[in-house]
């Protein structure tokens, strides 16, 4: 595949953690993604050893088991890592992945994925950044749970090693309400971070954030997918199932086309044949005996639009016929006299 542009349109279909550990249901779910029409399919890399201690708190919408064990339960082998990546690319989408450990970052570097996603709780992780800011992978940042001023410091840390980066808007909660989408933050990252390529990871119900964010000019759409929401792990209930991924690609990928293709208002001729059908004409309400002079009352307005243009009815009042009118019969200039 060519070298991922994270300037351009790219859906993402965030598979995160829900194969629970499967290679067979990654695969199944990356292929899923893949017939929905994403551009690109992400996993999560947790190596719970670098990552987090033993006792760790439980985030509020999983404690089903301690994260420690169910990281290591879940995790691929490196062979594995690499056969997924080459199966995306057998597919044709893009293969990001989000490290949550510089030693996850170092085990994409070995297997070459397109991107790396920063997870909004690296943001303030220096060393992590400032060893992820140092490698040729392309980075896009999720600002989640970040403040403005977490990701000026994290910023600073990639302008500091001349490192390009994308930047989504997120916002960390699950399900997220539409109060709480931020869609105004868009404009504020373009006003402040005009180097960066704008994002959209969305949290939300449904597609309305992730086309509104597109149109805002977040060209890197993600969302969650599953394909079941009633699977086991932190994230299926509230992801995109293959009807509502789908949905979604086929509205963004119209809205692009859309937002491409300006419509020239003054010229109208491409609907020759419907103004014909739909526009109306003047024609006559009554019988109309030559020789009598119209008033308004003799006229009147139907399909086709064929014949005189309603616009000139005034031409016609106070003028008499030069020849016998039907009721419904189109009346011409030259049906009048001068």
């Known amino acids: 595949m060519n070298a991922i542009d994270l300037s351009k349109r790219i859906i993402i279909a965030e598979l995160g953690m829900t194969h629970d550990g499967s290679f067979g249901q990654a695969k ?42 169910y990281f290591e339960r879940t995790a691929f082998s490196i ?3 690499k056969e997924l990546r080459e199966y995306a690319h057998g597919l044709e989408v893009y293969f990001i992945v989000s490290p949550f450990s510089i030693e996850a970052i170092k085990i994409l570097e070995n297997i070459e994925v397109d991107a790396i996603k920063v997870p909004s709780g690296e943001i303030t992780n220096i060393p992590y950044l400032e060893y992820l800011a140092k490698s040729r992978i392309p980075v896009i940042l999720s600002s989640g749970m970040s403040s403005i001023q977490e990701l000026d410091e994290c910023i600073q840390v990639f302008k500091k090693n001349d490192k390009p980066f994308s930047l989504m808007q997120c916002s960390s909660e699950y399900p997220c309400e539409p109060e709480h989408v931020g869609l105004n933050i868009l404009d504020l990252f373009r006003d402040r971070y005009s180097n960066a390529t704008l994002g959209f990871s969305d949290h939300s119900s449904g597609v309305w954030a992730s086309i509104a964010a597109f149109q805002k000019g977040a060209n890197i759409i993600e969302k969650h997918f599953t394909l079941s929401k009633r699977m086991y792990g932190p994230d299926a209930a509230m992801s995109m199932d293959c009807d509502e991924m789908k949905l979604l ?7 692009e086309i859309a937002m491409e293709s300006p419509v020239d208002k003054s010229q109208n001729d491409e609907y020759g044949v419907m103004k014909k059908v739909f526009q109306k004409s003047i024609v006559a309400a009554c019988a109309i005996k030559a020789g009598t002079v119209i008033s308004e009352d003799m ?40």
């Open 28 to 69: 199944a779910m990356m292929l899923a993604a893949k017939e929905c029409g994403v551009d690109a399919v992400k996993l999560q890399l947790h190596i719970s050893s670098a990552e987090t201690v033993r006792n760790a708190p439980q985030p509020p919408y999983f404690s089903a088991e301690p994260r420690y064990e």
């Open 79 to 81: 062979d594995q890592w």
């Open 249 to 255: 690609c086929e509205s963004i990928k119209s809205l």
């Open 299 to 338: 006229l009147a307005y139907k399909k086709p639009g064929d014949g005189l243009e309603t616009k000139y009815y005034k031409q016609l009042i106070g003028k008499k016929t030069i020849r016998d009118l039907c009721p419904d019969e189109k009346i011409l200039l030259s049906d009048i006299a001068d």
